[in-house]
Nanobody
Framework: QVQLVESGGGLVQPGGSLRVSCAAS????????IGWYRQAPGKQRELVAF???????HYVTSVEGRFKITRDNAKNTMYLQMNSLKPEDTAVYYC???????????WGQGTQVVVSS
């Protein structure tokens, strides 16, 4: 059974940095597109960034230039480095893996990020 576990969330001041991680049980990351979503209070979940199996990355416009997504297939771990954080980045951040063979999505439980002074 696939499990995704996020970690690294917390409280950070505006302008600060934070790195969240997603560890997977099983070899789900290899060969599949993986990414980060977030959901702010009262808002729909939105895609933040994804990285393909070939290493191609995509970012939502609001985080481009500030966030960086990376993957380590050997460790079954994905990271999201977040710099120059803004209050509007406050959200629960979710790890996602898209299983190419079936089209199934797998989700972590989320990690809270709060950007506030």
């Amino acid at each position: 059974q696939v499990q995704l576990v996020e970690s690294g969330g917390g409280l950070v001041q505006p302008g600060g940095s934070l790195r969240v991680s997603c560890a997977a049980s099983g070899n789900i990351f290899s060969g599949n597109t993986i990414g980060w979503y977030r959901q702010a209070p009262g808002k729909q979940r939105e895609l933040v960034a994804f990285i393909s199996s070939g290493g191609t990355t995509h970012y939502v416009t609001s985080v481009e230039g500030r966030f960086k997504i990376t993957r380590d297939n050997a460790k079954n771990t994905m990271y999201l480095q977040m710099n120059s954080l803004k209050p509007e980045d406050t959200a629960v951040y979710y790890c996602n893996a898209l299983w190419a063979a079936t089209g199934d999505h797998y989700w972590g439980q989320g990690t809270q990020v709060v950007v506030s002074s």
